[in-house]
């Protein structure tokens, strides 16, 4: 993976030094709380309900062990023993002390990590395909790309204060597992007819309060000038996207506003001026950085049956059908620890969890991990022949339930439980509907399901592009919920439908209840639930979900007029 060269070292290591400074001043009362805000931001310091939250990133989602045993240091030391993983392959501690995040964040430096622009409104945590690299349907890896655009946009003085937050995502891969359609920029690598390698240019995709997916402004771009042209997009943003309005400030509004025509039109107009110029991509420079990419020493194996010998194991078999994903190297297979165990919130890792998922990239996968934009841990490169003695190890530590792709590997927000925007909790209603279906034969009969819940409309949480969405909205100082259906991620990108009024957190796991009964009626062999609302769509499920009120005492449904 990337190592830190001088200069990274460098800049990490005078934002400290200027940082403790600023901690100092804080605390002595020299600088007031508004003065300090915009400093500890871009440092990834937020405040929050309870405490301060510290958002490291991940760039890509790559780990080496040492960063990870970081982690469990930093969790044991100055939180309360646990990290939480979110949708952008970086991770936040909730329970942070100001005083000791200049410690915490030379302790990151020290194994080549940092929080700069995980905050405001510059080019944030590039995020790709926890499997690139190791992909069997991968084109090239993407991550020496991803670099390359984290060293650009790095302090760029000229993307520090833009209009709002940007991000940017890149997948290698036929499947799109980096979810490039609902980024600011989301780039495909692809190979034109001479076989060239570039990149497809998705713009202005987004969630929040206006969720929209992406368009292509540019099907062929060649690779050599992806900073020219990103720069040239960053350009027309800068320029022309809305600074009096916050909701409307993103890209996509400008997008729309102008439609995606006329934008790609001033995009070309403004890399006339830059294409060829000294940021052009030379392949001594990719090069470089591709070095730091090669794939691992992997040793000649014959691909196996990792279920030979434990046929009658069905737990086994279970974990290998869900978690366990297909490498490129025969003898090699990509594993998925699942941070999803009913009963912890999604995403969240202990001290002990991350010490041990440590511990076995070392053993097991040439000290690597990767973080995923599902709130998982994979291992992308485990022997086939050691499948079953990893799958003993984790199980032990709560790190295999069965569940990668099913109801239960919910991408949830922190929500009302720390967050301070939220409208509503999100940890409790994933806490309960994991409760509810915690019956494996039944979540492996439904099949294919993404569960997604945010807090508020900020839509950390993905709940626009979930197959079910869940959203928190208060009224009247009360949590409710809404419900979408028909959302999903990957190749085929869509935004959810809202079936209805909201309901209680009471109500919650019924209507999952309900919304899984209208699938299992209505399926054809082998269909997703995404797939059958697709084709049925949301009437029949909108019906029956309301068709007799879900009991609570003093409440019936649809008297909340959040619809
Ligand atoms: C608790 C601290 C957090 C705060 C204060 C926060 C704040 C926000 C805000 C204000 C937005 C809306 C931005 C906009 O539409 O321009 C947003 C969006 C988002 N946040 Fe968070 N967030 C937090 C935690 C998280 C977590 C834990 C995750 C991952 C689980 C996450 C991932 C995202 C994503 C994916 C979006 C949607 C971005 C988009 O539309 O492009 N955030 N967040
Ligand atoms: S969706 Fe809302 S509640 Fe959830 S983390 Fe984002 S800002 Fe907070």
């Given amino acids: 993976m990337y190592q830190y060269d001088q200069y990274d070292h460098l800049i990490v290591r005078e934002r400290i030094a200027q940082y403790r400074d600023q901690v100092q001043r804080r605390l002595s009362g020299e600088l007031t709380e508004e003065e300090f805000l915009p400093l500890r931001l871009q440092n990834g310091l937020y405040m929050q309900r309870h405490a301060y939250m510290l958002r490291i990133a991940v760039p890509y989602g790559l780990l080496s062990s040492k960063q990870m045993r970081m982690f469990a240091h930093i969790a044991r030391k100055y939180d309360r023993g646990y990290g939480h993983f979110t949708t952008r392959q970086n991770i936040q501690f909730n329970w942070i002390e100001l005083e000791q995040t200049p410690d915490i964040l030379a302790d990151l430096a020290s194994v080549e990590m940092h929080a700069i622009q995980t905050s405001g409104n510059c080019i944030r945590n590039v995020t790709s395909d926890e499997f690139a690299g190791v992909a069997a349907d991968e084109i090239i890896d993407p991550r020496p790309y991803a670099e390359v655009l984290r060293q650009w946009s790095t302090f760029h003085p000229e993307f520090i204060a833009l209009p709002r937050k940007f991000k940017v995502a890149i997948n290698g891969a036929l499947e799109d597992r980096a979810a490039i359609a609902i980024h600011d920029i989301g780039l495909t690598v692809v190979k034109n007819e001479a076989g060239e390698i570039g990149f497809k240019v998705m713009v202005g995709g987004g969630m929040g309060r206006t969720p929209i997916i992406g368009t292509t402004i540019r099907e062929f771009l060649p690779r050599e000038h992806l900073l020219t042209y990103t720069e040239a997009i960053m350009r027309v943003y800068n320029q022309y996207g809305r600074r009096d309005n916050k909701y409307k400030a993103r890209i996509k509004i400008l997008l729309k506003a102008i439609g995606a025509e006329e934008f790609a039109r001033q995009v070309e107009e403004e890399w006339a001026d830059l294409k060829g110029t000294e940021e052009t991509l030379t392949l001594e420079e990719m090069e470089r950085v591709i070095a730091y990419f090669q794939p691992h020493p992997y040793e000649t194996l014959e691909a196996i049956d990792p279920r030979a010998g434990h046929e009658d194991n069905k737990a086994f078999a279970n974990w290998l059908g869900r978690n366990v994903k297909p490498h490129k190297q025969a003898g090699y297979a990509a594993v998925i620890l699942s941070l999803k165990k009913t009963g912890v919130p999604p995403g969240d890792a202990t001290a002990e969890q991350m010490d041990f998922m440590a511990d076995l990239a070392d053993r097991y996968s040439f000290g690597e991990l990767r973080v995923t934009h599902e709130q ?48 509503a909790k999100s940890i409790p209603i994933s806490a309960a509907i994991a409760e509810r279906f ?126």
Avoid at 397 to 421: E, K, Y
Avoid at 482 to 488: L, T
Wanted: charged fraction near 20%; glycine fraction near 10%.
């Fill in 376 to 423: 998982n841990i994979v291992l992308a490169d485990v022997k086939q022949s050691q499948l079953f003695d990893l799958w003993k190890e984790i199980k032990a530590h709560g790190l295999a339930t069965p569940n990668i792709g099913l109801l239960t590997d919910i991408i949830c927000c922190p929500g009302g439980d720390f967050c301070s925007l939220a409208n």
């Fill in 438 to 563: 915690d019956h494996l034969d039944f979540l492996h009969d439904i099949g294919d399901i993404e569960l997604n819940i945010s807090g508020c409309i900020n839509a950390c949480g993905h709940h626009h592009v979930g197959n079910i969405g869940v959203l928190g909205v208060d009224k009247d100082g009360s949590e409710w919920y809404q419900v979408s259906i028909g959302g999903a991620q990957g190749n085929a990108t869509a935004i959810g439908k809202i079936i209805g009024p909201s309901f209680s957190a009471h109500q919650m796991p019924e209507v999952i209840d309900r919304l899984l009964r209208v699938y299992l009626r209505e399926r054809t062999p082998d269909e997703k639930f995404v797939d059958t609302v697709q084709r049925i769509g949301i009437a029949p499920f909108k019906e029956h979900v309301y068709a007799t009120p879900i009991n609570e005492p003093g409440r019936l449904v649809g008297e909340d007029e959040y619809a």
